[in-house]
């Protein structure tokens, strides 16, 4: 079942901003890239290492893996380089009135 959460206030998360989330037994980074939302489970699908101290490749939509180098696309998940083969999850976020949410199940 699908739950709508709260991430946080629209003004804590400004464009190139970033914010980790815990839910249930995951870690979700929600990135603001030029005023688009994006949500990524936080760990890599190649060695289970946060993501979210790695560089956003804004041009491509992408978050790399400061470990090993990982880049995965923010929309969908999927990897674009390897080591990383397998995607992580996305989660649908948006803008709801002055806070962002987020839609986890």
Do not use: Q
């Amino acid at each position: 079942m699908t739950e709508t959460i709260t991430v946080c206030p629209t003004v804590e998360l400004p464009p190139g901003g970033r914010k980790t989330v815990a839910w249930e037994d995951l870690e979700i980074l929600v990135v603001n890239i030029d005023g688009e939302l994006f949500a990524i489970e936080d760990r890599c699908s190649h060695d289970d290492g946060d993501l979210a101290e790695g560089e956003i490749d804004p041009e491509r939509c992408a978050i790399e893996c400061p470990r090993h180098g990982a880049l995965f696309d923010l929309r969908s998940g999927k990897p674009l380089t390897l080591p990383a083969y397998k995607p992580v999850e996305t989660f649908p976020v948006r803008v709801d009135g002055d806070a962002i949410t987020m839609e986890v199940d």
